[in-house]
C-alpha cells in the first residue's frame, strides 16, 4: 500500500515514529519529544526537551515538492530574514551540515524529507473578534515581500510551484479538480463552469508582467501570523511559488470568503498594501477574481484532502457557499471590463 492510499490514522501513526526517529539528525537534548500540531500538506509538529528546548519539525507530505522546490523555499526564507522584510523562522543545520534531511522507517514506502526550524514566540491573531487590524498587517507584509521579489535575484534553477489557472483548472491540477468536491451538485456545476471560463478570461486579459506574477507566499492567513513580544512574524512558506500578487490577498481570506465582513477585512488589507507599495484601481477592481480562483482551488483541495479533520469539517456547505459565490461574481464581472495586461 502506498502512502498516499494509507488510512490517515494508520499513516499518522507512521509519520509519528518517523518523527522520533529523525531528532538524530540534528543536535538536539537527549529525551526530546514530538507533538503533531498540524497535518495538511505536511505533518507538522512541536518538538520539546529540557531545559526550554523548542523547534517545528516539518516532515514534508511524498511527491509533493522536490528537494530542490525546498532548497528554493528556504533560499527566499534566509533572503527574507538577511533583507529585514519581516520576521521568520530559520531552517536549523543537521549534523551533516544540511537545513533539509531525509528519513524513512519501516511501514512507509519512501524516504521522506524534514525541516526543523527554530520555534518562534507568538500567537496568531484572534479570527474571533476584530480582525481589521491583523488585515492591515498582512496587507503591509504582503507589500513588502511583493517589492522584495522584485529586487531580489533569485538562484539558478529556481523551482516552486506555479499558482496560475493552469494549476487550478488545468488537466493535472495540483490539488485536484474542483469537479470532485465533496457535494457539487449538477445545478453548482452549471455555474461553476461558467465562473472557471470566467476567471480564465479575466486572468488572460491581466496578464503575467513580473511586476504582477511573482514570487509569493501563497498562503498569507491570520493562521500564519505570529503576534507577540512586539513583533508580528510570518510563517509557512511551504506553497510559495509563482503567482499573482493578488492572490496574497485572496489567500488571507480563505475559507471565509462568504463571511459579511469581508469589505471591511478588504479595505484593511489595502490600506496596509498601499502604505509601502503602489497599487492601481484596475488591480483592485480585479481581486474578485483572485478570490475566486483561490476559492475554486479549495474546493479542490477539500476534495483531495478530506480524510483529514480541516477538510471534513469544511466539506459539508462549501460546494454550495462556492457556487453563491460564483453566482455573485459573474453578475459583477458582467458590469466590470477586465484589467489591462499593462504592468502597473
Known amino acids: 500500500m502506498s502512502d498516499t492510499d494509507m488510512p490517515l490514522e494508520r499513516l499518522l501513526e507512521h509519520l509519528q515514529r518517523l518523527a522520533m526517529k529523525s531528532l538524530s539528525l540534528w543536535d538536539i537534548p537527549d529525551g526530546a519529544r514530538v507533538r503533531l500540531i498540524n497535518v495538511s500538506e505536511n505533518a507538522t509538529y512541536l518538538v520539546e526537551a529540557n531545559g526550554g528546548f523548542k523547534a517545528i519539525l516539518r516532515v514534508h507530505r511524498e511527491n509533493y515538492h522536490s528537494q530542490r522546490a525546498i532548497e528554493c523555499e528556504l533560499a527566499w526564507l534566509e533572503a527574507i530574514d538577511r533583507d529585514s522584510v519581516v520576521d521568520t523562522h530559520r531552517a536549523q543545520r543537521g549534523c551533516n551540515g544540511s537545513v533539509i534531511q531525509r528519513c524513512g522507517i519501516e511501514g512507509l514506502e519512501a524516504e521522506r524529507y524534514l525541516v526543523l526550524f527554530s520555534f518562534l514566540d507568538g500567537d496568531a491573531p484572534d479570527e474571533a473578534g476584530d480582525m481589521t487590524r491583523g488585515f492591515e498587517e498582512l496587507g503591509r507584509i504582503a507589500a513588502r515581500c511583493h517589492d522584495h521579489v522584485l529586487a531580489w535575484r533569485k538562484p539558478d534553477d529556481f523551482e516552486r510551484l506555479i499558482w496560475d489557472a493552469d494549476a487550478v483548472f488545468g488537466a493535472t491540477p495540483t490539488w485536484g479538480n474542483w469537479r470532485d468536491g465533496p457535494g457539487v451538485t449538477a445545478q453548482m456545476l452549471a455555474v461553476l463552469e461558467r465562473v472557471e471560463r470566467k476567471v480564465c478570461e479575466r486572468l488572460d486579459a491581466f496578464g503575467k508582467v513580473p511586476e504582477r506574477f511573482n514570487l509569493i507566499h501563497a498562503d498569507m492567513r491570520l493562521a500564519n501570523l505570529l503576534v507577540g513580544q512586539g513583533k508580528t512574524r510570518l510563517i509557512d512558506f511551504d506553497d510559495c511559488g509563482y503567482g499573482w500578487f493578488l492572490y496574497d490577498f485572496a489567500a488571507a481570506i480563505s475559507f ?6 469581508i469589505p471591511q477585512l478588504k479595505a484593511a488589507w489595502l490600506r496596509g498594501y498601499r502604505s509601502v507599495r503602489t497599487l492601481s484601481a484596475d488591480e483592485e477592481a480585479e481581486l474578485d477574481t483572485f478570490v475566486m480562483l483561490r476559492r475554486m482551488a479549495l474546493l479542490a483541495w477539500i476534495g483531495s484532502h478530506i480524510e483529514a479533520p480541516e477538510p471534513e ?6 460546494a454550495a457557499n462556492t457556487a453563491k459565490l460564483g453566482r455573485t461574481y459573474l453578475e459583477r464581472m458582467d458590469e466590470c471590463a477586465p484589467a489591462s ?4
Open 313 to 318: 469539517a469544511l466539506a459539508p456547505d462549501f
Open 256 to 261: 471565509i470568503e462568504d463571511d459579511p465582513r
Open 341 to 344: 495586461s499593462a504592468a502597473s
